[in-house]
């Protein structure tokens, strides 16, 4: 039987429950008029005070007061929880969703809060478990229009995420007009491996055809801008300095408030004693992996900048292509698995930048164990401006087609062809030496391609001006050969598309046959992925023709 109490205690707990009620009150306010940090603390502040209760609760006058206090937790830990969901404290907010549902699993309003959050962290099934959950509750039918667009959402993406079957078509065919089309985070058939080039590398796990997607994942933080037009470099660069501060901030940020992104930032390397780097299991980067699984390891800022210096990659590459409104802009961006990807000069993959996505395609057929490799910088070049770029990036290049030329660069007729495009002789004639000394040296298959990949600005302006093709036309071999071979060297690549196309267009008295047509578009889904259909394809090789940009 319950123990009478004295009229005193009972007015102590009239207060107590009184102060509760007005805290929850403000803190209920403060969600409601959006002020997200003000409302974590008052709810804070309150779900310590129940917590307190609940462990001091012993012989309160209200029978129910235990059963009250824990339903009062359930829906501030919930209420909390959208809050830090608001500011992108995920990981904190999923915490406040775990300890809720503890309480009330079937909490309607916590499952909800809870599948937004997953979704925002890329975990579609997780998501989609929760939405449908709620959707049992007797409160879905007034939502249930939204939490049905949730439950479709998610299953698209599950989708996606497991098939890798994007399709950007209708949205390029329409000009890149309105919403990118969702994207999802998805992972292809490709593991991290120690590389004989330096540290950890990405290799394929089966035979992978041009064009096909390797994987495609969304940034950790991204920054864009437009840059001055204004000839002052003093402004532009001041203009990039800004940038590279925010897009350092956007990063800290991401890192402070998402366990995971912190764990996967830290696997990155800082350029140092990159072979000693331990090589992460593929699971990491999947989007289903649980927060939890993440330990927070010491990320200080010194170790943030030299991760960035190594790892961020800028849109508007040699090697990448942005589709949609983010053209005009420079654009700098982290995304992690695609950080692990080292340079070659022969190169067998690209990006396509959609948005905060970047998608990663072979740009030519990929052998089961190879390394996937893109152009960090341009290498349709000569290898001495090669060797130039790659000391800005901190390494000297040793794949297979700078071993190739530094064993040719050396031979007396190289160094005249190179000393006669410096001089700027006629560019005809420096490709028949050029061709010439590979039949004499018995340059074969590949390497043909290397060469040709390191000529290209020649070649490509030679096959372009008629008085050079009326001289050395019948001496030289035939553009599309040479397109072929640099392309099975180095993998597609836009410029050697666009020559083929307005090559194509002369022969063909301004339009392009069939038969030309489908190689020009093989040709395409190695520059842009097989995430188009064919008459997407054909809008993305007219405007690679129109392209104002000359190389
Ligand atoms: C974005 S990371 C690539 C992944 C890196 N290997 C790792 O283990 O994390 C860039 C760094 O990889 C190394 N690297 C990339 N390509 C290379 C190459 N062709 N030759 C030598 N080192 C290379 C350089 O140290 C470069 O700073």
Same mark, same amino acid.
């Given at each position: 039987m319950r123990e009478s109490?004295?009229?005193?205690?009972?007015?102590?707990?009239?207060?107590?429950?009184?102060?509760?009620?007005?805290?929850?009150?403000?803190?209920?306010?403060?969600?409601?008029?959006?002020?997200?940090?003000?409302s974590v603390q008052a709810y804070s502040l309150f779900i310590s005070l129940c917590h307190n209760q609940i462990s001091n609760t012993h012989n309160h006058s209200d029978p129910d007061h235990l059963s009250k206090l824990h339903k009062s937790l359930c829906l501030a830990l919930s209420n909390r929880a959208e809050a830090l969901s608001r500011l992108r404290h995920f990981t904190d907010a999923l915490g406040?969703?775990?300890?809720?549902?503890?309480?009330?699993?079937?909490?309607?309003?916590?499952?909800?809060? @809870?599948? #937004?959050? *997953?979704?925002? %962290?890329? !975990?579609?099934? +997780?998501?989609?478990d929760c939405f449908k959950s709620a959707l049992l509750d007797p409160q879905a039918s007034l939502n249930s229009e939204t939490i049905n667009g949730y439950l479709? @959402?998610? #299953?698209? *993406?599950?989708? %996606?995420? !497991?098939?890798? +079957?994007?399709?950007?078509?209708?949205?390029?065919?329409?000009?890149?007009?309105?919403?990118?089309?969702?994207?999802?985070?998805?992972?292809?058939?490709?593991?991290i491996k120690k590389s004989e080039m330096?540290?950890?590398?990405?290799? +394929?796990?089966?035979?992978?055809?041009?064009?096909?997607?390797?994987?495609?994942?969304?940034?950790?933080?991204?920054?864009?801008?437009?840059l001055?037009?204004?000839?002052?470099?003093?402004?532009?660069?001041?203009?990039?300095?800004?940038?590279?501060?925010?897009?350092?901030?956007k990063v800290v940020e991401s890192a402070t408030k998402c366990h995971k992104t912190h764990h996967l930032i830290c696997r990155l390397s800082t350029g140092e004693d990159e072979d000693g780097l331990e090589v992460p299991d593929l699971s990491l980067f999947r989007p289903e992996t649980e927060e939890s699984s993440f330990s927070n390891e010491k990320l200080d800022m010194g170790k943030i900048l030299s991760i960035l210096d190594v790892n961020s990659l800028v849109e508007d590459a040699i090697s990448a292509k942005v589709l949609g409104k983010n053209s005009d802009y420079y654009g700098v961006g982290i995304w992690v698995l695609a950080a692990f990807i080292n340079h070659s000069c022969y190169p067998n993959?690209?990006?396509?930048?959609?948005?905060?996505?970047?998608?990663?395609?072979?740009s030519r057929d990929i052998k089961a164990g190879e390394e996937v490799t893109f152009a960090y910088f341009d290498v349709l070049l000569p290898l001495r401006n090669r060797r130039e770029m790659a000391k800005t990036w901190c390494f000297s290049c040793n794949c297979k087609r700078?071993?190739?030329?530094?064993?040719?660069?050396?031979?007396?007729?190289?160094?005249?062809?190179?000393?006669?495009?410096?001089?700027?002789?006629?560019?005809?004639?420096?490709?028949?030496?050029?061709?010439?000394?590979?039949?004499?040296?018995?340059?074969?298959?590949?390497?043909?391609?290397?060469?040709?990949?390191?000529?290209?600005?020649?070649y490509s302006e030679a096959f372009g001006c008629e008085k050079s093709m009326r001289r050395w036309g019948r001496r030289i071999p035939a553009m599309e050969a040479v397109v072929g071979s640099v392309v099975e060297a180095v993998g597609s690549d836009e410029r050697v598309l666009k020559a083929l196309m307005e090559g194509l267009k002369r022969s063909g008295g301004g339009g392009i046959g069939?038969?030309?047509?489908?190689?020009?578009?093989?040709?395409?889904?190695?520059?842009?992925?097989?995430?188009?259909?064919?008459?997407?394809?054909?809008?993305?090789?007219?405007?690679?023709?129109?392209e104002q940009k000359h190389y």
């Open positions: 109490k004295q009229p005193d205690m009972e007015d102590l707990e009239e207060e107590e429950d009184r102060m509760m009620q007005q805290l929850r009150s403000k803190a209920t306010e403060l969600l409601l008029r959006k002020e997200w940090n003000e406040d969703c775990y300890q809720a549902l503890k309480i009330d699993s079937a909490h309607f309003k916590t499952l909800l809060c @809870k599948g #937004k959050i *997953l979704l925002n %962290l890329n !975990r579609y099934s +997780a998501a989609l479709d @959402k998610c #299953k698209k *993406l599950e989708f %996606l995420s !497991r098939t890798g +079957a994007f399709d950007l078509s209708d949205w390029i065919v329409n000009g890149f007009r309105g919403k990118p089309p969702e994207l999802a985070e998805y992972i292809g058939t490709v593991e330096g540290g950890r590398g990405l290799f +394929a796990t089966k035979n992978i055809d041009a064009g096909t997607l390797l994987f495609l994942t969304k940034a950790i933080a991204t920054e864009r801008g437009i001055p037009q204004s000839n002052s470099e003093e402004l532009g660069k001041n203009a990039q300095l800004v940038m590279w501060k925010n897009f350092i901030d993959a690209r990006r396509v930048h959609v948005g905060d996505y970047v998608m990663v395609h072979a700078c071993k190739f030329e530094e064993g040719i660069c050396g031979k007396q007729e190289m160094i005249e062809i190179e000393m006669g495009l410096d001089r700027g002789l006629e560019v005809g004639g420096i490709v028949y030496r050029l061709e010439e000394g590979m039949r004499r040296w018995m340059v074969r298959g590949n390497e043909k391609g290397f060469l040709r990949a390191s000529f290209w600005a020649v069939m038969v030309e047509m489908e190689r020009a578009m093989k040709l395409g889904r190695g520059v842009y992925g097989k995430v188009v259909k064919k008459q997407a394809m054909r809008t993305l090789l007219e405007l690679c023709i129109q």
